[in-house]
């Protein structure tokens, strides 16, 4: 399975960004599949993840202001950031075939990663 993301940029604190990755290589429709960021010198974090039946899974950090969605027909994730803060400012990854509770503890072994994009919160 191959990865690629896209979406990222520069925005104001308060305002909003939609991710996207697109899975190209593989039956994407039966991974979980999500969010990582990567702040400089910082560790990469989980941020959320989506199964096959969409049910979902967040960091507390983004609870109420991100939404991950996905449309296996197009095979895409997506990730809806609002009420951005300078603190979401990182690389975002997505990636696929991991499990969101090994992620949310930190030891995600994630199978299949797309390259990062960018999110910059100007404050």
């Known amino acids: 399975v191959q990865l690629q993301a896209s979406g990222g940029g520069l925005v104001q604190a308060g305002g909003s960004l939609r991710l996207s990755c697109a899975a190209s290589?593989?039956?994407?429709?039966?991974?979980?599949a999500g969010w990582f960021r990567q702040a400089p010198g910082k560790a990469r974090e989980f941020v959320a993840a989506?199964?096959?039946?969409?049910?979902?899974w967040y960091a507390e950090s983004v609870k109420g202001r991100f939404t991950i969605s996905r449309d296996n027909a197009k095979n895409t994730v997506y990730l809806q950031m609002n009420n951005l803060k300078s603190e979401d400012t990182a690389v975002y990854y997505c990636?696929?075939?991991?499990?969101?509770?090994?992620?949310?503890?930190?030891?995600?072994?994630?199978?299949?990663w797309g390259q990062g994009t960018q999110v910059t919160v100007s404050s």
């Open positions: 990636g696929a075939g991991f499990s969101p509770i090994a992620a949310m503890k930190g030891a995600p072994s994630v199978n299949y």
């Open positions: 290589g593989g039956t994407f429709s039966r991974y979980v």
């Open positions: 989506v199964d096959w039946t969409s049910r979902l």
